[in-house]
């Protein structure tokens, strides 16, 4: 037991890093139930397509409008606290609708009330959440860190917690948010034992100066990204990458079912290939890295990003899109995880949430363009127009970025 420990989070790497694991890898557990159940409570509580869409927009919505913001709180106070706080505010929003579902009053505006409410918390508690890791290793270990909070959001996330929160859904609509409430809860007590360093104040400022508005401390992060070339260019990749990536992938299921014919069980086998594909990446990050530099780690996940577009234009069955979705997963997780590594060893901690706020907007802004343009292209176009975009889109920005690629791979945090 103590090889398989050592193995999965290294002694050296301290005990605050095992206890930040053991909370993410729990607290996967319960957002990959509600995953699952959040949708079919909505689907039972309305037959409306348009409420069903906005149900899954509120939860994303919270990130355009509170992520500057939450980015901003996480680097003026306590961290831990602020994890703490967001997830015991989640876990109260949750309780509320179980004793909603439990007592009968249940309608689809609660729902949809509730999981804006969760989608608020959730951008506190993320954002602040990916500010720890730094301030627990070393920089030379935030590449095997990152592979292991990223094979627990894999496992539990997107294998585990599905499925169980689909069958906790068929024995009661309230059990699998009891579940989640639980999982919360005992994230929020493994958080509880980090012990984090305080975060040292920016060069020359005066501790017993007046506080300074948000909208300052927002300015000064933009401003700081905009100046360190590294940073900015890698968050203009993530936001076309997630753009270009999202066209094709919000139109998926109707790919599978109505171009390939692969009917819902083989779309669930796409989402499963990926999935199974990124534990592969993850669990095998740790020799990539040593082996390879991490701009040929970026080098080639990019290229095989563009690459991936063009083989689903081209596939005509079933099986050749599951080994594509395979493939897929394996290099986007290694991606996540350099991604991750690179834009945490070029900021300095004062900085980590206003610039890791930056880069989850790009995130959730690039899905939501990318999938407004793949369904206006897949209605006019054909259901394979938003490979090609993806494709040519994804193509020309990795060319016009290839040469700046290594120095972004190597930046460091002044």
Not at 212 to 234: F, Q, S, Y
Request: aromatic letters at 10%.
């Amino acid at each position: 037991m103590k090889r398989v420990v050592e193995a999965v989070a290294p002694a050296r790497m301290g005990t605050g890093f095992r206890w930040l694991m053991s909370a993410s890898w729990v607290s996967n557990i319960g957002d990959g139930v509600a995953l699952a159940a959040g949708p079919l409570l909505v689907a039972s509580q309305t037959s409306s397509a348009m409420l069903v869409a906005l149900a899954a927009m509120l939860q994303r919505l919270p990130w355009l409008v509170f992520g500057l913001w939450a980015g901003v709180l996480a680097d003026r106070i306590d961290r831990r606290r602020l994890v703490i706080v967001a997830n015991l505010l989640r876990a109260v929003v949750v309780t509320a609708l179980c004793v909603v579902i439990v007592t009968g009053h249940v309608n689809i505006g609660v729902v949809l009330a509730a999981m804006l409410l969760m989608g608020v918390a959730e951008v506190f508690a993320d954002t602040t959440s990916q500010t720890l890791l730094p301030m627990l290793v070393r920089p030379a270990d935030l590449g095997i860190g990152n592979s292991r909070l990223q094979a627990g959001f894999l496992t539990a996330n997107q294998l585990v917690g599905p499925p169980l929160g689909a069958a906790l859904f068929a024995a009661g609509a309230a059990w699998p948010f009891a579940a989640q409430v639980l999982t919360v809860l005992f994230a929020v007590l493994l958080v509880s034992k980090v012990v984090l360093t305080p975060v040292p104040p920016a060069e020359g400022a005066d501790p017993r100066a007046a506080p300074r508005k948000v909208r300052h401390d927002i300015a000064e992060g933009l401003r700081w990204i905009w100046t360190n070339p590294p940073v900015r260019t890698l968050a203009l990749v993530i936001l076309v990458f997630n753009a270009t990536w999202a066209a094709p992938w919000g139109i998926l299921v109707k790919y599978s079912l109505d171009y390939l014919h692969m009917g819902p069980v083989g779309y669930g086998l796409l989402t499963t290939a990926a999935a199974v594909g990124g534990l592969l990446g993850t669990f095998t990050y740790g020799t990539l890295e040593r082996r390879y530099s991490l701009s040929a780690l970026m080098k080639v996940c990019l290229t095989l990003e563009v690459l991936f577009h063009l083989a689903l234009a081209l596939a005509t069955t079933g099986w050749a899109a599951m080994a594509i979705l395979f493939v897929f997963g394996a290099y986007s997780f290694v991606w996540g995880t350099v991604s991750n590594t690179v834009r945490q060893r070029a900021t300095p901690t004062r900085f980590q949430g206003r610039v890791g706020s930056v880069y989850m907007m790009c995130v959730f802004g690039g899905i939501v363009v990318g999938n407004a343009i793949g369904g206006v292209l897949a209605e006019h176009w054909g259901l394979t127009a938003p490979m090609w975009f993806g494709f040519v889109g994804a193509g020309l920005t990795l060319v016009l970025v290839w040469r700046q690629l290594a120095h972004i791979a190597h930046a460091q945090a002044d």
